[in-house]
Every structure is written in C-alpha cells, then in structure tokens.
C-alpha cells in the first residue's frame, strides 16, 4: 500500500509527520509521501523539513516517508518555476492541487501542471483529452482521490486517462487519522472509478515502480 498524496499539520493536517507516519505503518503501508500545500511563501520552509523528518524516521520504520510537496491555488503561470523551485529544495513528490470541482482552482492548472511534468496531478476535476494525452506523454500520474468533494470526478478522470493511455493513482488525500485509506478501501476508490482488478493491479505497479525509482534520504 502506497499513498502518495497526504497532508501534515505543517499545511491544513492534524498530526505531526512522525505519529503520520505510525499511524499508515501500523496500516501496513510500504511508503507514504507528505505534500503539504505550499506556494513561493512556505516552500522552502516545508521541503526541508520534511527532508529531515525521512532522515530522522525512516531508519526506524517499516513505511518509507517521502518529502514531498502539494503546490496549491498558485497562478497556472507560476506552476513551472515553483516545480522546478521544488525540485532544487528535494522535494521527492511534486503534486499539483488540480482543478476540483468543489474549490475554485484557476483555471489553466491542470495544463499547466503537466507541462511543468510535476509528478501527480490531483484530484483534476473535468480533465480534457487533451490534458489525459499530455499527461501520458509527460509521464504525470492523475489521481484518483478517496476525498470527499474531490472524489465526485473520479469516474470522469478514469474514463479519460485509460483512454488516453495515462497512469493512474490512488491516494486519500489525507488530513486527518480517519482520512487513511485502508488497502481494501484504495481498492474500492478504484473499482468504484471504473477501473476493472487487472487495471488496479497495474495501478499498483506503477505506483511501486515510481517509488522504487525514487532515491534514499541520506
């Protein structure tokens, strides 16, 4: 079990990264990235810190933390230079706050994020064929979301990425303890967004081969 797509209280979470990372431990999980919201005022505050927590933590625990980072309601113009900001910090996930249809995300973020090549674009809303055909060329995965409101869309995100040949993920978007998707329920995200058992099996592949990519903390 991999999420890739959750929140500590250095953004809009409840707990501190090392109860965060218990808590999906205990769940069984294999790794875990932490994208608190950001924008050009907190990067560098947060990456770093994160950074620190994967050295800290990761030696004594069965899930590996990923720092990551979730650029959030920045103008579309601005997603380019802050993925690349990102990245320089050490950000490991770079995901994308993408256009929802229950937040009022500016429109021109989905495309945008996906030329900027971030990692995950989330929870996308009305993705285009044109944004799917993109994302699969650039190699950006498109979420799947266990959130309430984000989740609304999935059914839609699904239909247009398989056509378009992108890859998927599943991730709770978790802000809380009780946001924590068990292995079962990522499944049923999945099910539930049309996507058939051999479909969810490569989800899942994808998602480890992406983290297995990934390099250690030292």
């Known amino acids: ?102 937040e009022p995300v500016a429109e021109g973020t989905n495309m945008a994020a996906i030329e900027a090549g971030v990692d995950i674009l989330s929870h996308p809303g009305f993705l285009s064929e044109a944004e799917a055909l993109l994302a699969a060329k650039n190699g950006v995965f498109l979420e799947l979301s266990g959130r309430k409101g984000h989740c609304l869309t999935n059914g839609h995100v699904a239909k247009v990425a398989l056509k378009a040949g992108a890859r998927l993920v599943v991730n709770a978007d978790a802000h809380t303890p009780g946001d924590f998707l068990t292995a079962d329920m990522a499944r049923m995200v999945a099910l539930g967004a049309g996507l058939s058992e051999a479909e969810y099996i490569k989800l899942q592949a994808n998602m480890n081969a992406f983290v297995d990519g990934l390099p250690e903390i030292k």
């Open 1 to 102: 079990m991999i999420d890739l797509h959750t929140h500590t209280f250095f953004s809009d979470g409840a707990l501190v990264p090392a109860e965060h990372l218990r808590r999906v431990e205990v769940l069984g999980y294999t790794a875990v990235a932490i994208t608190d919201h950001a924008d050009s005022s907190n990067m560098d505050f947060i990456i770093p810190r994160m950074i620190q927590a994967a050295r800290d933590l990761n030696p004594f625990s069965r899930t590996r933390l990923l720092p990551g980072i979730e650029l959030t309601h920045i103008p579309p113009a601005l997603i380019g230079p802050l993925t690349r900001k990102a990245r320089e910090l050490g950000a490991q996930v770079v995901v994308v706050h993408g256009e929802t249809i229950v």
